[in-house]
């Protein structure tokens, strides 16, 4: 039996073609900044981005950190949403790499706005932490992959910028954000100072983030990212795979949308709920009445699908470049089976 995995859209292999386009990848030492096609995916991603320069990192993760950590003294207070990746899936790196203060705001359906953020800024007085970097998500992963409000994004950054704070904006995925709204990459990161963008979710590569922001910023980044092992020799092979990437898998993201859209339309089961709008990849079930999150995962592994728990009573699922149609109707007909008594 195949087992069909949609803990997340991380686990997909890299293709033939993007092995092959790996292992053609001329490289230099990239600590140095002799690698042309590091150097050639850290140009081409600034200027899709619409900022001065990039930098390329091994993940998401410590694309995030060294944002804080190029934009911020330790002391700061940042603001965020309080199921932002950052503050919740990043081992407490904020705090520990940066020494920062993180003021969480509660927001519906990950939907941060400027209104949220004015109320958690610290007064600006010395028995206050000085409030210097605003940080946001798009597509937001525990909101169920949302997209953020353009307008609001617009909203944040200019009170942002009038009161002499930086954005950062996780942008993950931000590759959904694009195919659904139809908006320029450039334009939707506009309103931003950094963004991060990683290769290894929705497409498809094994490893890469990027990093980008104006010249300063990536310059200060980029120290940081030597200090904290993030230095990567012949990195090119994996800057290929980045590239081939955006060649092939960035259009069809569509069919991940069109994928978990299936997957909320055909659920028919009186205990399984998906409570948020499905805008892009990412599929949240709420469990009531029969069992919880954890029979509901054994029921699927027992079938051979693979969905991963995302707080008490949710279930995730992420279709993703290794999932086909049939493979959607094989989960629908595996969850719409799941026994037990109905309360």
């Not at 859209?9 to 600590?31: F, H, I, L, Q, S």
């Not at 932002?84 to 706005?113: D, K």
């Not at 954890?294 to 993703?320: A, C, E, M, W, Y």
Request: glycine share 10%; proline share 4%.
């Amino acid at each position: 039996m195949k087992v069909i995995d949609m803990r997340s859209d991380t686990v997909t292999r890299p293709t033939a073609a993007m092995r092959k386009a790996m292992a053609a990848a001329e490289v230099g030492d990239d600590v140095f900044g002799d690698d042309p096609t590091v150097n050639q995916l850290q140009e081409r991603v600034a200027d899709l981005l619409g900022k001065q320069a990039a930098l390329f990192v091994p993940s998401g993760t410590m694309g995030n950190q060294l944002a804080l950590k190029a934009q911020t003294q330790p002391g700061d207070q940042i603001i965020l949403e309080d199921g932002a990746h950052i503050y919740r899936y990043e081992g407490g790196g904020s705090a520990a790499v940066s020494g920062v203060l993180n003021t969480c705001v509660h927001t519906e359906g990950g939907q941060i706005t400027w209104s949220h953020i004015a109320n958690g800024l610290n007064p600006r007085d010395v028995h206050s932490a000085p409030t210097s970097l605003i940080c946001l998500e798009n597509t937001h992963n525990r909101a169920g992959g949302r997209i953020l409000a353009q307008d609001q994004v617009i909203e944040i950054g200019q009170w942002s910028h009038d009161l002499g704070l930086r954005v950062h904006l996780d942008g993950a995925r931000i590759w959904h954000a694009y195919i659904a709204t139809g908006l320029p990459l450039c334009e939707l990161c506009d309103p931003v100072d950094t963004i991060s963008v990683c290769f290894s979710k929705a497409l498809g590569a094994p490893v890469g983030s990027i990093l980008a922001g104006d010249s300063e910023t990536i310059t200060r980044a980029h120290r940081f990212r030597k200090m904290l092992g993030g230095g990567m020799r012949q990195a090119g092979i994996l800057a290929a795979a980045c590239i081939y990437a955006l060649d092939h898998h960035l259009e069809r993201l569509v069919e991940d949308h069109q994928q978990a859209n299936l997957l909320a339309t055909g659920l028919d089961h009186p205990a399984l709920r998906v409570n948020h709008p499905v805008e892009t990849n990412i599929v949240i079930m709420d469990v009531a009445g029969v069992g919880n999150d954890q029979s509901l995962l054994k029921h699927l592994t027992d079938n051979g699908v693979l969905g991963v728990g995302f707080g008490p009573g949710r279930v995730r699922l992420i279709p993703n470049l290794d999932t086909s149609n049939a493979d959607v109707q094989r989960v629908l007909d595996v969850l719409n089976s799941f026994a037990g008594e109905v309360n």
